[in-house]
């Protein structure tokens, strides 16, 4: 099996996000994932040579693209994609209440 053909299999395996009983995940996050466009290697080298994030992402909310971009409705803030990436250029970030999402109280602040 060839690259391309086993990122196809790849991508026809992974599930699409949907609203279910709960209504989005994402109102479930506490930590949001930020990427850093400068450290992402994809973005960097203008390929897609990594996509760890996407590939890792059990929610299937990241895209294989340039840049990855993260489909903040459905994100829970696991943080697996920012633990897998190998340029750490992603931060997980506390949520405001303000920001529309997370259940954090008003008084939390980011993590930097
Ligand atoms: S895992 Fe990190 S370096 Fe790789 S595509 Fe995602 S953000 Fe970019």
Same mark, same amino acid.
């Given at each position: 099996?060839?690259?391309e !053909? =086993?990122?196809?299999?790849? %991508?026809?395996?992974?599930?699409? #996000? *949907?609203?279910? !009983? =709960?209504g989005?995940?994402? %109102?479930?996050?506490?930590?949001? #994932? *930020?990427i850093?466009?400068?450290?992402?290697?994809?973005?960097?080298?203008?390929?897609?040579?990594c996509?760890?994030?996407?590939?890792?992402?059990?929610?299937?909310?990241v895209?294989?693209?340039?840049?990855?971009?993260?489909?903040l409705?459905?994100?829970?803030?696991?943080?697996?994609?920012?633990?897998?990436?190998?340029?750490?250029a992603?931060?997980?970030?506390?949520?405001?209440?303000?920001?529309?999402?997370g259940?954090?109280?008003?008084?939390?602040?980011e993590?930097?």
């Open positions: 099996m060839d690259e !053909e =086993a990122s196809l299999k790849i %991508t026809a395996s992974k599930q699409v #996000p *949907v609203t279910g !009983e =709960a989005k995940t994402g %109102t479930w996050r506490t930590f949001r #994932p *930020v850093n466009l400068d450290a992402c290697t994809v973005v960097k080298k203008q390929d897609l040579v996509n760890l994030c996407w590939l890792y992402c059990p929610e299937g909310v895209t294989r693209a340039i840049p990855p971009e993260i489909d409705d459905y994100c829970k803030g696991d943080g697996i994609c920012a633990t897998e990436c190998p340029a750490n992603i931060e997980m970030v506390r949520e405001k209440e303000d920001e529309g999402y259940n954090a109280p008003e008084n939390m602040e993590l930097t």
